[in-house]
C-alpha cells in the first residue's frame, strides 16, 4: 500500500516511464491508431457508398429515357407527316410537346442539327457527301437526334456529313 501512495505523488513523465505501463502506454497508441484507421475507411466508405447510388440513379434515368426515345421519334415522324386533318395534327403536336417536356424536366436534351459541326464522339455519320456550300465537317441531315442526360451520351446522333 505504501507503494501506491508513492506512486501516486510522481509526476505523470516518471509514471509513463515505469517498466509496467509501457505495454499499457503501447496498447493504448496501438488501440488509439486503428480506430482512426477504421473511422477513416468509414469515411471513405460512405463517401463511396453516395457517388454510387448517384451513379445508379443515374443509370436508371438514362434507361428510362432511352426507352421511350424511339416513341419520341415516331411522333416526330407524325408530325412531319401528311396527316387526315388540321384537328388530328393539333393533337399529335400537342402530344409531342408534352413528351418533349417530361424529357426536359428529367434533365435529358436532344441534339444534332443542320448545320452543327460534326463531332465522332457524339454523332454517328451514316452519309458523306461533298458540297462547296457548307463547311468542313458539318451536318447536312439528321436522320435521329442524339440524346445526352448531363455529360451522359443516351443515344448518338444519326447524320449525314458535308465534306
Request: aromatic residues 8%; charged residues 30%.
Amino acid at each position: 500500500m505504501a507503494k501506491d501512495k508513492v506512486k501516486a505523488d510522481l509526476p505523470e513523465e516518471e509514471i509513463a516511464q515505469e517498466p509496467v505501463l509501457d505495454p499499457v502506454v503501447e496498447e493504448l497508441k496501438s488501440t488509439r491508431d486503428q480506430l482512426l484507421r477504421l473511422a477513416a475507411e468509414f469515411d471513405n466508405f460512405k463517401k463511396r457508398s453516395q457517388r454510387e447510388k448517384e451513379e445508379i440513379y443515374l443509370n436508371a434515368r438514362a434507361a428510362v429515357l432511352k426507352a421511350f426515345l424511339p416513341v419520341l421519334d415516331n411522333f416526330e415522324r407524325a408530325v412531319a407527316a401528311d396527316s387526315a386533318g388540321e384537328d388530328y395534327a393539333k393533337g399529335v403536336e400537342m402530344i409531342l410537346a408534352q413528351f418533349a417536356g417530361v424529357f426536359t424536366s428529367e434533365g435529358a436534351e436532344t441534339y444534332g442539327a443542320p448545320g452543327d459541326p460534326f463531332d465522332p464522339n457524339i454523332h454517328n455519320a451514316v452519309m458523306h457527301i461533298e458540297n462547296p456550300d457548307l463547311g468542313e465537317n458539318v451536318i447536312f441531315d439528321v436522320y435521329t437526334r442524339g440524346c445526352r442526360l448531363k455529360d451522359r451520351i443516351i443515344r448518338e446522333a444519326v447524320v449525314g456529313v458535308a465534306n
